[in-house]
């Protein structure tokens, strides 16, 4: 079975979990975290986890929770990013938005929700490594809150009134899409126990990855038109595209020091490349 497979596998048993003892009060919480978590995601972070695992040769069994944590994280900042308060859209995924299915009230809930139970499953899955366990929260807590993607996010907020550098632009996509893609990756490093130098050179990698990745969506948004203050409006596309490239041959070059065959790892950057979606 595909790793990814194994992961749908496990997010849907623990749904499962989730949804024993519920009433019809919750019943539709549950359905409303369950529509966006299931609902044709690229399940990009968690391919990238379970690459770095193939290439280390480990279980993907030892990363699997804490992948299931970095979807329901992104899937709430999903829901509560298309909210009316944010950006207000109707489509996600070509697909009704949480909101327009399950109200205002129920979307921002299941958001919480998704986002306290990541924690959850991170200590109740690596409870009997105990400082991994600490490691894990400590990792995402800073990876998503006010130093990170919710920075993001306010840096985002802010941009709409006032016109950002191109460094500060880079440094929202660090914050806001950057943190969680590149924690995605140092937190699997962690579960499969890689030394600390080893960890440090896949943060650098899960760093240029997380950019790597926006840049992307910058470009494929610019497609229909280009947003006022995006980084494509500001340097141009062809200089966004630029960066894309360079960003992505420092990556290739990396992972190749990393294993020189054409591992899984390769596969998911050359597909963000030229991903169309
Ligand atoms: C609401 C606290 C809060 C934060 C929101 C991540 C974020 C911050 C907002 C999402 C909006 C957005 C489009 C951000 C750029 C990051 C990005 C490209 C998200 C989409 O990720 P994909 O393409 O989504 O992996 P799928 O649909 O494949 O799961």
Same mark, same amino acid.
């Given at each position: ?8 596998e ?53 990363v ?103 460094? #500060?632009? =880079? ?7 950057? %943190?969680?893609i590149?924690? &995605?990756?140092? @937190?699997? $490093? ?17 760093q ?8 992307? #969506?910058d =470009? ?7 947003? %006022?203050?995006?980084?494509p &409006?500001?340097? @141009?596309? $062809? ?28 596969k =998911? ?9």
């Open positions: 079975m595909q790793a990814l497979d194994l992961f749908e496990h997010a849907q048993s623990w749904l499962k979990s989730i949804n024993k003892n519920q009433s019809v009060v919750t019943e539709k919480l549950i359905s409303s975290m369950s529509y966006s978590l299931f609902s044709g995601g690229k399940r990009f972070r968690p391919a990238l986890g379970l690459a770095l695992v193939e290439i280390y040769g480990a279980h993907p069994k030892t699997m929770p804490w992948l299931l944590a970095i979807e329901c994280i992104h899937t709430y900042s999903l829901i509560h990013d298309d909210l009316p308060a944010l950006d207000n859209d109707s489509l996600r995924r070509g697909q009704p938005t949480n909101h327009v299915i399950f109200g205002e009230d129920i979307a921002l809930l299941a958001g919480d929700a998704l986002s306290s139970e990541a924690f959850s499953i991170i200590a109740e899955n690596y409870y009997d490594r105990p400082e991994l366990a600490l490691d894990l929260i400590k990792l995402l807590s800073h990876a998503i809150g006010p130093h990170g993607m919710v920075k993001g996010q306010v840096i985002d907020l802010f941009s709409k009134c006032n016109q950002l550098s191109p460094d #500060d632009i =880079l440094e929202m996509h660090n914050l806001k899409t950057g %943190a969680l590149r924690s &995605a990756l140092l @937190g699997s $490093a962690k579960c499969i126990g890689l030394t600390p130098d080893k960890q440090k050179n896949i943060d650098q990698i899960g240029w990855i997380g950019l790597a990745f926006q840049l992307k #969506d =470009l494929l948004d610019s497609e229909s038109e280009i947003e %006022a203050g995006s980084l &409006a500001i340097i @141009g596309l $062809a200089a966004t595209q630029n960066l894309l490239n360079q960003t992505t041959e420092k990556l290739q070059s990396a992972l190749f020091n990393l294993t020189s065959s054409n591992n899984e790892l390769k =998911l950057v050359d597909f963000n490349l030229n991903r169309a979606n």
